[in-house]
């Protein structure tokens, strides 16, 4: 239950803490960080450490356990989608590596399907930006083709992005399968945003052991502190990303655009740690947890008049069950969107989100600690009863 001194340490500072029954938004912190990470970032503090060494380490320990030729620790999976664009683009020459983001005589256009980017709302494109690279889209909003894709392809096609969805595959989008093999005919590499794709285990770097050059993961969704991420790829892939990052920036004197994505070591550490962890945890006890919970919520809400909650069955990803909450105006005299505003306007605030597209609320369990279903439940029926 929620103590007087819940969160004090904001409240002093007069900043609002409040209960995240949204799930892993960066918005709100992304990430409670686990036990086992919080000690490992402690007892990283015990001593210094050079980082780009420690990034070779800590890389090859993840490369390792994930299966995948190489990582890289970044500053969160945006931060590697940045490096390797740039590294794509800029390669190991280090006049190139200085020159970005001016991407004069340098590939510089990212193709994505336009599907991927406008109907499946994919909110990261910005990243592929940052380092100088402009984003082309092909295909239409209906379907994207292989015939779509080769004739995408031109003199300044640096790679092919894409968006890998597994929870809500989309059967009109190119696969990543035709992606790979039309790209890599053509010499080029294929990045994959696969942020949140760490569940089922075998997904975890499956992408690149499809054949993509790179994808990203987001250590927020392990259990890491939410300001880290990793780069999986090939060993070219990796070292050329690795050449862009804020270590080579200190540690070679080579001016890449990744010196203000800094990642500090105890950042690292608790990366490793949280990849460590998931890789080994008992993932079944995780799901049953996380679905009583879901169930606790739902079965206190199934009861009230007006409202409809429909538990979800997902198990893929970060973000296992939860569960949607419609209401009906005409019996309860309130929108969803007003629902959300008073979750939002009670003591403590409880956030949650209605999509701009959507009717109805998702709740998750991902951010709610420990008991934290049970007053969700209580504060929601009790704006009915
Ligand atoms: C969260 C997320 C990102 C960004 O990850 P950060 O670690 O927050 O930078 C990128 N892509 C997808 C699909 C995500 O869910």
Avoid at 90 to 100: F, S, T, V
Avoid at 182 to 201: C, E, M, N, R, S
């Amino acid at each position: 239950m929620v103590s007087a001194d819940w969160a004090s340490i904001y409240k002093e500072l007069g900043a609002n803490p409040i209960i995240n029954a949204t799930g892993s938004v960066t918005l709100l912190g992304g990430s409670t960080p686990v036990p086992e990470v919080v000690e490992a970032m402690a007892m990283a503090n015990q001593a210094y450490v050079p980082l780009m060494e420690l990034e070779e380490k800590a890389g090859k320990f993840i490369a390792d356990i994930v299966n995948v030729p190489a990582a890289y620790i970044t500053s969160g999976a945006g931060s590697a989608l940045t490096l390797a664009t740039a590294a794509i683009m800029a390669g190991d020459d280090d006049d190139k590596i200085e020159q970005l983001p001016d991407t004069t005589g340098m590939k510089n256009e990212i193709l994505i399907q336009n599907r991927q980017r406008y109907m499946m709302h994919y909110w990261y494109d910005r990243c592929l930006e940052l380092a100088g690279a402009k984003l082309v889209d092909f295909g239409s909003e209906d379907r994207t083709t292989a015939q779509d894709l080769e004739n995408a392809i031109g003199p300044n096609t640096a790679a092919v992005h894409y968006y890998a969805v597994e929870q809500s595959p989309d059967s009109h989008a190119l696969s990543l399968e035709e992606t790979i093999e039309i790209a890599h005919g053509k010499g080029l590499p294929v990045t994959v945003d696969a942020a949140g794709q760490i569940y089922p285990l075998e997904n975890f770097g499956k992408y690149v052991r499809m054949g993509a050059d790179f994808q990203c993961i987001a250590a927020k969704y392990l259990g890491a502190s939410q300001s880290v991420g990793l780069a999986l790829g090939t060993e070219e892939m990796i070292y050329k990303l690795g050449l862009q990052a804020f270590a080579s920036y200190e540690g070679r004197r080579v001016r890449g655009i990744g010196r203000p994505h800094k990642v500090d070591r105890q950042e690292m550490m608790g990366c490793v740690a949280a990849v460590k962890r998931w890789m080994t945890m008992n993932h079944e006890e995780r799901l049953a947890n996380v679905e009583t919970r879901t169930q606790t919520i739902v079965t206190r809400l199934l009861t009230v008049p007006g409202v409809r909650v429909e538990m979800l069955d997902n198990i893929i990803g970060h973000q296992p069950f939860g569960f949607n909450l419609w209401v009906d105006e005409a019996v309860t005299g309130m929108n969803i969107r007003q629902v959300a505003d008073k979750l939002k306007a009670g003591d403590p605030p409880i956030w949650t989100r209605v999509r701009d597209w959507e009717d109805f609320i998702t709740i998750h369990m991902f951010g709610l600690n420990e008991n934290e279903e049970h007053i969700v439940g209580d504060r929601i029926a009790a704006l009915f009863e």
